[in-house]
């Protein structure tokens, strides 16, 4: 079985920290949204590690693919897309 043999897509309402990067435009914490992802997929997938991009835009609509690894060493990529300006994503299966 693959992390991603089921759907799922949920909006996490905790809040993530952001930090300011070159030209104004505020970027998340990736650490912190690594750890927020692995707790959104806990409930469906059990304990993963997640591993996403450095440098990823707080900017409503971004879309950005990280990488969970269950602890027998299966890989799924989810996608990730900033709902909002307020550091809410969602998290849906990826190719």
């Known amino acids: ?3 991603p043999s089921r759907w799922i897509a949920c909006a996490a309402a905790l809040p ?3 930090v300011a990067s070159g030209c104004g435009e505020e ?3 990736t650490a912190d949204m690594q ?3 692995a707790k959104t997929l806990k409930s469906t997938y059990g304990d993963v590690s997640v591993k996403c991009p450095d440098d990823i835009s707080a900017k409503k609509g971004t879309k950005v693919t990280c990488t969970a ?3 027998d060493g299966t890989k ?3 996608l990730i897309t900033v709902a909002d ?3 809410n994503f ?3 299966p990826g190719k």
Do not use: E
């Open 1 to 3: 079985m693959t992390i």
């Open 16 to 18: 993530l920290l952001f």
């Open 27 to 29: 970027t998340f914490d």
């Open 35 to 37: 750890k927020q992802v």
């Open 69 to 71: 690894t269950a602890k």
């Open 76 to 78: 799924g990529a989810f």
């Open 85 to 87: 300006n307020d550091g």
């Open 90 to 92: 969602t998290v849906a």
